[in-house]
């Protein structure tokens, strides 16, 4: 599959100079992303911005090992058989109009297929919106050029998704909000050859992935998916669409996918590990926890120490920590007594740990920095629920030693996180790169934690 990404060379069939056209947006993108050769294709052009236009992929020098088609659907049978004659091994078809369209696509979409079976080209697709790689800063798809101006955001998170437009949305929302970086995010739209099954085998060993997330309308190869993430060291979440009637009749007419028994599935995932999202935020939300918290030693159990401001905010943490199967963790003696210090006579040490009148005696930063290092020294906490209330920047430099120490100790923390709308985005921006998962919402915070503690890896026997 390297040839997919990390290809010597590209040729682009359907490049265009017109900027109304999908094809000088792709070709923009690559020009502005990919190093290596690229090669327009297109019989109305002699040239396209410098670069020479061939009439045909046949005339196509070396090196080319993957061509991306955009061209009208009727015209794409005879391009693959063409790339498949010249020795190209793979071909990305971004066009529309096969399986998702009618029997007509239906047609044309076997057509391909066959050309794969017969020739041993690969397809990827066919209507997809290809692949970005933030890593390595490459854009191979028609998603608008104007889009990416915010710059892709490098991480450890590869997205796949059965979807052309929620791959673009995902992007646009990551790089906009900052929320978190990613490393691939692969659109694998009808799904005529190269799978879910295909690319997981790929990240799976991909160095420059951590933690997957998947939106998939269907899994054909059920057996070999559940194989695949049973072998996985890398936590994975799927996102399944079409559970229901309607749902799996909107599948049908958008990517002519079928879904499987849905209670089926989710029992065959739950077994080997994966954790299921049921919305789209949460997919990446849950993909952010646990690709800062990737591994979580068995001994975890889920015992919160909850750090807050507000009686009312640690009232409603402990409903969720319970409601999603964590504790609210008992403090040892050892713990009270510490937190005591910080503590006018008349307030009682309780968890949730009530910080506000240590606040107004010690000031903000002290107080919560001691009372994290307190819990964080206790045997009886495993993680740490810190709310942060934004009447004030906080500096990198605090939020960064909030990580250093719940690190040092082995800790699990996340945050939840309110306040002004400037402060609460440069806030989260520093918690992404420091490596503390926050959240916006209380609920989201506890149930990405209950995620990370809760993942633990299925027997190797277990079977689907």
Same mark, same amino acid.
Request: hydrophobic share 45%; charged share 20%; with cysteine.
């Given at each position: 599959?390297?040839?997919?990404?990390?290809?010597?060379?590209?040729?682009?069939?359907?490049?265009?100079?017109?900027?109304?056209?999908?094809?000088?947006?792709?070709?923009?993108?690559?020009?502005?992303?990919?190093?290596?050769?690229?090669?327009?294709?297109?019989?109305?052009?002699?040239?396209?911005?410098?670069?020479?236009?061939?009439?045909?992929?046949?005339?196509?020098?070396?090196?080319?090992?993957?061509?991306?088609?955009?061209?009208?659907?009727?015209?794409?049978?005879?391009?693959?058989?063409?790339?498949?004659?010249?020795?190209?091994?793979?071909?990305?078809?971004?066009?529309?109009?096969?399986?998702?369209?009618?029997?007509?696509?239906?047609?044309?979409?076997?057509?391909?297929?066959?050309?794969?079976?017969?020739?041993?080209?690969?397809?990827?697709?066919?209507?997809?919106?290809?692949?970005?790689?933030?890593?390595?800063?490459?854009?191979?798809?028609?998603?608008?050029?104007?889009?990416?101006?915010?710059?892709?955001?490098?991480?450890?998170?590869?997205? =796949? /998704?059965?979807? $052309?437009?929620? +791959? @673009?949305?995902?992007?646009?929302?990551? %790089?906009? #909000?900052? !929320?978190?970086?990613?490393?691939?995010?692969?659109?694998?739209?009808?799904?005529?050859?190269?799978?879910?099954?295909?690319i997981l085998e790929y990240l799976?060993?991909?160095?420059?992935?951590?933690?997957?997330?998947?939106?998939?309308?269907?899994?054909?190869?059920?057996?070999?998916?559940?194989?695949?993430?049973?072998?996985?060291?890398?936590?994975? =979440? /799927?996102?399944? $669409?079409?559970? +229901? @009637?309607?749902?799996?009749?909107?599948? %049908?007419? #958008?990517? !002519?996918?079928?879904?499987?028994?849905?209670?089926?599935?989710?029992?065959?995932?739950?077994?080997?590990?994966?954790?299921?999202?049921?919305?789209?935020?949460?997919?990446?939300?849950?993909?952010?926890?646990?690709?800062?918290?990737?591994?979580?030693?068995?001994?975890?159990?889920?015992?919160?120490?909850?750090?807050?401001?507000?009686?009312?905010?640690?009232?409603?943490?402990?409903?969720?920590?319970?409601?999603?199967?964590?504790?609210?963790?008992?403090?040892? !003696?050892?713990?009270?007594?510490?937190?005591?210090?910080?503590?006018?006579?008349?307030?009682?040490?309780?968890?949730?740990?009530?910080?506000?009148?240590?606040?107004?005696?010690?000031?903000?930063?002290?107080?919560?920095?001691?009372a994290l290092r307190a819990v964080?020294?206790?045997?009886?906490?495993?993680?740490?629920?810190?709310?942060?209330?934004?009447?004030?920047?906080?500096?990198?430099?605090?939020?960064?030693?909030?990580?250093?120490?719940?690190?040092?100790?082995?800790?699990?923390?996340?945050?939840?996180?309110?306040?002004?709308?400037?402060?609460?985005?440069?806030?989260?921006?520093?918690?992404?790169?420091?490596?503390?998962?926050?959240?916006?919402?209380?609920?989201?915070?506890?149930?990405?934690?209950?995620?990370?503690?809760?993942?633990?890896?299925?027997?190797?026997?277990?079977?689907?």
């Amino acid at each position: 599959m390297d040839f997919f990404f990390k290809p010597k060379g590209i040729a682009l069939i359907g490049a265009s100079a017109n900027s109304a056209k999908g094809g000088y947006h792709i070709f923009k993108n690559l020009k502005t992303s990919f190093k290596q050769k690229i090669y327009p294709v297109n019989p109305g052009y002699r040239d396209i911005e410098g670069l020479k236009s061939y009439s045909s992929v046949l005339e196509v020098p070396d090196p080319v090992d993957l061509a991306i088609i955009f061209i009208p659907a009727p015209l794409v049978p005879g391009v693959v058989k063409q790339c498949a004659e010249r020795g190209i091994k793979g071909v990305m078809i971004q066009s529309a109009g096969f399986a998702e369209s009618g029997e007509k696509g239906k047609a044309l979409q076997r057509e391909i297929v066959q050309i794969h079976k017969e020739t041993g080209i690969r397809v990827w697709g066919p209507n997809c919106m290809g692949l970005v790689d933030a890593v390595h800063g490459l854009v191979f798809s028609f998603v608008l050029p104007a889009v990416l101006e915010a710059g892709l955001i490098p991480g450890n998170v590869s997205l =796949v /998704v059965q979807s $052309g437009m929620l +791959s @673009a949305g995902f992007l646009i929302d990551i %790089m906009t #909000h900052a !929320a978190m970086g990613i490393s691939k995010a692969c659109s694998i739209g009808n799904k005529a050859d190269v799978d879910e099954c295909d690319i997981l085998e790929y990240l799976i060993d991909d160095p420059d992935t951590g933690t997957i997330g998947l939106y998939l309308e269907s899994i054909p190869d059920g057996r070999r998916f559940i194989d695949l993430c049973r072998r996985s060291g890398k936590p994975i =979440v /799927v996102l399944r $669409g079409g559970k +229901s @009637a309607k749902g799996a009749e909107a599948a %049908m007419s #958008h990517t !002519a996918s079928l879904a499987g028994n849905g209670a089926v599935i989710s029992g065959a995932l739950a077994q080997v590990g994966v954790v299921e999202a049921y919305d789209f935020k949460q997919m990446m939300d849950l993909c952010r926890a646990l690709a800062q918290y990737p591994v979580v030693t068995r001994e975890k159990s889920g015992r919160v120490a909850i750090l807050t401001m507000s009686g009312a905010a640690g009232i409603v943490s402990s409903d969720f920590i319970e409601q999603k199967g964590l504790t609210v963790a008992e403090l040892s !003696a050892d713990t009270e007594k510490e937190l005591e210090k910080l503590f006018p006579d008349w307030m009682p040490v309780t968890n949730p740990i009530d910080l506000w009148p240590a606040v107004e005696i010690h000031g903000r930063q002290k107080a919560f920095e001691e009372a994290l290092r307190a819990v964080c020294r206790d045997p009886n906490v495993d993680a740490i629920l810190i709310h942060i209330f934004l009447i004030q920047s906080i500096s990198r430099a605090v939020i960064s030693r909030f990580v250093d120490v719940a690190k040092d100790a082995g800790k699990l923390l996340f945050c939840w996180f309110m306040g002004h709308r400037s402060e609460a985005h440069r806030f989260q921006m520093h918690a992404q790169e420091l490596g503390m998962p926050a959240f916006a919402e209380l609920y989201r915070s506890v149930e990405c934690m209950a995620a990370v503690v809760s993942r633990k890896k299925a027997a190797r026997n277990s079977a689907i």
